[in-house]
């Protein structure tokens, strides 16, 4: 099976701030990467398939990169919004998620 | 606007068969553009995928829940439906169903709120 492993699983940011969160596979998987954000109490929300497309409705400050092995979650100006936890997920071979990040207010 | 609602019971004992369905409205299930699936989550933890279904039933199972696991589909109730055996309280989790984006795996765009199962006598 294959693991994902994001890091850092949690940090602090301020707001504006830009931050990067990576992700991590155990083999390759091409592009075949999505990134989820999830608030307390509900459902994950995709924000970002195929390692770098926006999800329709995803506001721009989001973006990703990266293929193969190694990937990049990044928000470019921090709004009090994004605060959450955030989870990548490999589709390349059935679905495995990573363990989250969580991202709070500093 | 497709929307996605799970059901079942809340509490369930060991050893006892969760079950749970999920109601999609707004949309068929019958599209042949999209796989069902089923995520949970413990209480405080991450995401765990346990299986996708097409609605013609071909289905795909998590290898580490496999020998527990069923999912079903009923296309006439617009419905799919998860079991799982011989819980324990590890299985304690939110449940969500989600809409699959099939390439080649699924990722899912759509999610329903989630249903908390407690398992416990």
């Known amino acids: 099976a294959i693991r994902m492993t994001q890091s850092p699983s949690s940090f602090s940011a301020s707001t504006g701030d830009r931050v990067t969160i990576t992700c991590r596979a155990s083999q390759g998987i091409s592009s075949y990467l999505a990134w989820y954000q999830q608030k307390p109490g509900k459902a994950p929300k995709l924000l970002i398939y195929a390692a770098s497309t926006l999800q329709s409705g995803v506001p721009s400050r989001f973006s990703g990169s990266g293929s193969g092995t190694d990937f990049t979650l990044t928000i470019s100006c921090l709004q009090s919004e994004d605060f959450a936890t955030y989870y990548c997920q490999q589709y390349y071979s059935y679905s495995t998620f990573g363990q989250g990040t969580r991202l709070e207010i500093k | 606007q497709l929307q996605l609602q799970e059901s079942g019971p809340g509490l369930v004992k060991p050893s006892e068969t969760l079950s749970l369905t999920c109601t999609v409205s707004g949309g068929s299930i019958s599209s042949s553009s999209y796989y069902w699936g089923w995520i949970r989550q413990p209480p405080g933890k991450g995401l765990e995928w346990i299986g996708s279904?097409?609605?013609?039933?071909?289905?795909y199972y998590n290898p580490s829940l496999k020998s527990r696991v069923t999912i079903s589909v009923d296309t006439s109730k617009n419905q799919f439906s998860l079991k799982l055996s011989s819980v324990t309280a590890a299985d304690t989790a939110v449940y969500y169903c989600a809409r699959g984006v099939t390439a080649p795996g699924w990722y899912f765009d759509l999610w329903g709120r989630g249903t908390l199962v407690t398992v416990s006598s």
């Open positions: 279904i097409y609605y013609s039933g071909s289905t």
